[in-house]
């Protein structure tokens, strides 16, 4: 899977602790193997974003995303429940 990073995604991603930047890491790569991996808890949003979908890092933190094509998505943002705003 191919994932492209935007530039808000990757000013985010700077600012995040070191932990949570550890434990990204490791569910993207989760995530590149199967976007719906009941672990990631994947979920489409809704009003204003509906054409977003997100998944978690922990119960505080989760990337939002978009689905390119099959084999490639966008990651937007990544953050806590702030992200949606």
């Given at each position: 899977?191919?994932?492209?990073?935007?530039?808000?995604?990757?000013k985010q991603f700077?600012?995040?602790?070191?932990?949570?930047?550890?434990?990204?890491?490791?569910?993207?790569?989760?995530?590149?193997?199967?976007p719906f991996d009941?672990?990631?808890?994947?979920?489409?949003?809704?009003?204003?974003?509906?054409?977003?979908?997100?998944?978690?890092?922990?119960?505080?933190?989760?990337?939002?995303f978009t689905f390119?094509?099959?084999?490639?998505?966008?990651?937007?943002?990544?953050?806590?429940?702030?992200?949606?705003?």
């Amino acid at each position: 899977m191919v994932i492209d990073y935007s530039l808000k995604f990757l000013k985010q991603f700077k600012k995040l602790p070191k932990d949570v930047k550890m434990k990204a890491l490791a569910i993207e790569t989760i995530f590149r193997n199967n976007p719906f991996d009941l672990r990631l808890k994947t979920h489409k949003l809704h009003g204003a974003m509906k054409d977003y979908w997100a998944f978690s890092i922990s119960y505080y933190y989760r990337i939002g995303f978009t689905f390119v094509d099959s084999g490639h998505v966008r990651f937007h943002a990544v953050g806590t429940h702030d992200i949606y705003k």
